[in-house]
Every structure is written in C-alpha cells, then in structure tokens.
C-alpha cells in the first residue's frame, strides 16, 4: 500500500572508455652442449583472418499505413507515428470507454496507447450479477500509457481477456519505454491496470455499512470513481495470463499512487497467472479484498512492496519470484499484509502463499522488515525463501494479529510458517504494538522445519542450488486444494524448471534467460 509516495528524478550521467593494447610473447631457448642446428624451416603463410561478421541490426518496425477496424462502436484514434529504437509504430489510441465488447488485434507495425483514464464497460454497482462488455487482448499486444496519469480499469459487471503465451506476452508499459528513453531504474511513467470486482470487501465507504455486503464499496487507491465492493465471493472480472506490466505507478495526487496490477473486490471466478511486473513505482501487486488467487508471479525492481494485501482479501499465492533492485533504499517489504485499525471487521484476511523465492538485497526501506504482518490478518507461508541480510525478516504488528482462533471474529489464528528458510541481519524477527521479538521468534519456530540461519546456494539469483534442494518441502495442499504438492522449496526447483521463461523480460535485476527479451526495449514480432 502506498504509506509512502514516491517520486523519483534519475539523473544517469556516464563516461565509457576503452584502451586496447596488443602484446606478443618471445620464444627463448636457452643455449646448452650438443646442441644440433638444423636449418629453420620456410614458415607456413599466416592465413588470412577471417572477417568477424557484422552483428545483423536489429529488427525495425515499418508502420502500419492505419489503425485496424475493431467491433462495436467505440473506435481507434489514429495518432500518427511513434519512433523508438526498435522502429517505427502505428500509434492506436484507445477510446476513453470501451461500451461493447471488443477485441484488439495484434497486427504488424501497431502499438496501442492509453490516452488517459480508459474504462472497460461501466459500473453496474455491487448488486449486479450481469457482465456487460469485455475487453479481449490478443497475444503479443503492447499497450502504452501515453501520460503518467493514463491507466486502464475494469469496471465492476465487466471483464478483460488478456491472455497471452510464454512467448508472445502481452505488455502494458509507459510512452518512455517505447521512445528509448527508459533504464534499469525507471519507474513511475504511468499509472497501471485495475480491476473492479463484486466480491466481499471491510472498510467501507459509508458509515454503518456492513462489510462483506452490497452496502460496502469502496474508492480504489489513487483513483475516483473507481468502486469496488459487494456480495458475490465467485465473481468474475476475467483473465490476465502472460502479462508484463513495466513502469507503472505514476502519483495521481499525494500520497496517492497506482500499482502495476490492482484488483480491487475480485472474486474467485477472476483468474491471474503468469504475471512480470517491473519497476513499478509503487507495489507490484495490491490486492483490495475479494477473493481471487494467484500462480506464478514475477517482481522485479519494485520500489515499494512486492506484494501487498488488505481490506479482507482471502486467497492464496503460488510460485513467486521477487527481487528488489540493488543500491540505495529502492524497495521496502516483500509483502506487506493489512493495516491497523478496524481490525476484527469480518471478512477478516486469510492468505496463503507458497513457494516463493524473495531477495531483498538493500539494506534500508520504510518497513524494515522483509515480511510485515498486521492489521488482525491470518496468514499461512509455506516453502519460502527470504534473502534479506540487511532487514530483519518478520514483523508482526499488533496483538490481534497473534490472537487465538476465534469462529465468531473470523479469526484464524497467529499466523504460520511451514518449511521457511531465512537469511536475515542479527535481529530476525520485530514485534510492535503489543507484540514482543521474543513472540514473533516462537510463532516461527513453533512451526515446522523452519531456519533463521539459511546460507543461500541459488544460482541466478533465484534458482536452487544444493542448499535448497536439500530442503525439507511442506504438502501445501493439505491447506488449501488451491495449492499443487511439490518437492522442493522456492519458486524454482531447479536450472530444469524455467516456468519463468519467454513471457518475461530481463534487466540488470534479474535475468530470465536468452528466451525472455529487456524490459527496456518493445518486442519487434
């Protein structure tokens, strides 16, 4: 959540220079007694060097001579041309509202741009069961904000199709990415995708309501009349699968930013998987209540949180990679789960994450610890690994949060950690507002086959080694069906497991491998 806005001013200056300098080595033979000297041999013609070929230039974009034709009556600008390293696009504004459902094509030398706010369908309020207009995003799309305050949202009662492949994802991204101008430490060059679901949610808009139904709605963070909220725990607001969301997080107003992906009241029907989000200026995910699960979730870069949580959400996380940026106070927590205040509303959060692979390399961040729980929330970790040698790496704040089970407030109990394995500072584990560190180290140790002292052998930054598989892995399905039994801790068993591969894009945080292209260049085909 954005307890702290952020804006940043990079200011990138570089010198490079380079000195070649060739040497050869003189053969010497030291003289001795019986020495026979034979006549030198005529020597063999050095051949002539191969030329080194010329490296094949990159693929150019030719633009499209026009915007493609979509169904329905709300149609494309054509905004002329856009120019980058990779070439040259046909500039497809989207309209500020889709009425009807509408596909959008992939189609050679076209790139589609956000103009501003763009609303999929209206708002059909929390009480509706019907869905309205769909947005369908073919594979291989790109998607950029034209302005730090375009964003896209959903409307409750309506549903996106972006559904990718592992080689042709779809990338929602900023205008300085496809101009050049973004690096490995851009961020916060538009706002980011929202999702508006009917699913149950606590802290209401209206005084008196009660949470968890169609009287509570609420505002999605950095927006207006962006609600969310309602009765419906299976709700649907589509599918996001194959996706890269690159720098987003652009500051509507003070303190008040988007993340890369919010899906605000989303029920359980909503399916994401298979998500990259890069150096979001805010949290890579924030998730508003609702009820919808997640699979295989990549973070790079994120300023703020990786993952952040509240207002009732329940739902379970598998297969997380998330590495924050090296240097400086870039990145807080891994996770940052609930808030103070109104802590026994029901729905009370229950979450569930498992095998996850977080490194926070800094050694600074407003939370100060890797994992920061709260706010009365239940949660349950499972086959982690935390990175965090400058952090401590647990902090659980508030006596509610490690209060016993209790049916009547929704309350699961303290929260629990299953085969975790930690590499924190001196001082692992934090307790505040009525939490002691002492507290916080037994609810860690009373679970099962859980370290503090966890000496990394990852290869790649994020890949188990020796170490890793060598680990005890807990049956996360005993928790929820949600979850698939695996053999191993982390996000990746191994150098064979490249789930992460191709829908992905690399920087100088993490690499995914020759498949994936950079997050600061636009794929060409």
């Not at 239940?378 to 965090?388: E, H, R, S």
């Not at 807990?474 to 497991?497: E, H, I, Q």
């Amino acid at each position: 959540m954005a307890a702290f806005a952020r804006v940043r001013m990079v200011m990138l200056s570089g010198v490079a220079c380079s000195i070649l300098a060739a040497c050869g080595a003189d053969g010497v033979a030291s003289p001795g007694e019986g020495v026979i000297v034979i006549p030198a041999p005529t020597p063999t013609p050095t051949p002539t060097p191969t030329p080194t070929p010329t490296p094949t230039p990159p693929s150019t974009v030719t633009p499209a001579a026009n915007c493609p034709t979509i169904a329905g009556p709300d149609q494309l600008s054509d905004l002329g041309t856009i120019t980058g390293p990779q070439g040259t696009w046909r500039n497809c504004g989207f309209p500020s509202r889709f009425t009807a459902t509408t596909a959008i094509p992939k189609v050679p030398g076209v790139i589609y741009s956000l103009p501003g706010r763009v609303d999929v369908g209206t708002d059909q309020g929390a009480a509706s069961t019907n869905t309205v207009v769909t947005l369908t995003i073919d594979p291989g799309v790109t998607i950029f904000g034209a302005t730090g305050v375009s964003f896209l949202a959903v409307n409750r009662g309506n549903r996106i199709d972006a559904v990718g492949t592992p080689t042709q994802p779809i990338i929602f991204t900023g205008r300085g990415n496809v101009v050049g101008s973004a690096n490995d430490q851009t961020s916060q060059l538009w706002g980011g995708v929202v999702l508006l679901g009917r699913a149950p949610i606590t802290d209401c808009l209206a005084p008196g309501a009660t949470p968890g139904t169609v009287a509570c709605e609420r505002d999605t963070e950095g927006t207006s009349n962006a609600l969310y909220g309602g009765a419906q725990p299976a709700d649907n607001s589509g599918r996001m699968s194959y996706v890269q969301i690159r720098y987003s997080g652009f500051i509507l107003s003070a303190n008040s930013e988007l993340q890369g992906l919010t899906p605000s009241g989303t029920g359980s029907g909503t399916q994401i998987d298979h998500i990259h989000i890069h150096n979001s200026s805010d949290d890579g995910v924030e998730v508003f209540g609702g009820r919808t699960n997640f699979k295989h979730l990549v973070f790079t870069g994120i300023d703020d949180d990786a993952f952040d949580s509240d207002v009732g959400w329940k739902g379970n996380v598998q297969y997380m990679i998330a590495v924050h940026r090296e240097g400086g106070a870039i990145g807080d927590s891994m996770m940052e789960i609930d808030s103070n205040g109104n802590e026994d509303a029901v729905p009370r959060q229950n979450g569930a994450i498992s095998n996850f692979t977080f490194i926070n390399r800094n050694n600074a961040g407003p939370n100060g610890v890797a994992l920061l729980i709260r706010g009365g929330a239940d949660y349950t970790f499972m086959n982690g690994l935390i990175v965090a040698p400058g952090f401590r790496c647990i902090g659980i704040n508030s006596a509610t949060t490690i209060g016993a089970a209790n049916p009547a407030l929704d309350k699961v109990g303290p929260p629990r950690f299953h085969s975790v394995s930690m590499q924190c500072n001196s001082q692992p584990f934090r307790g505040t507002s009525g939490v002691t560190d002492a507290q916080v180290q037994a609810i860690f140790e009373g679970g099962t086959n859980n370290r503090v002292n966890y000496v990394p052998s990852l290869t790649n930054v994020f890949i188990n080694g020796a170490t890793e598989t060598g680990f005890t892995p807990f049956d996360a399905k005993t928790v929820n069906a949600f979850f698939d039994t695996t053999a191993y801790v982390g996000a990746v068993r191994d150098a064979n497991d490249t789930w992460y591969q191709g829908w992905t894009c690399n920087s100088s945080t993490a690499n995914f491998g020759t498949a994936s292209g950079n997050c600061s260049a636009i794929p060409t085909t």
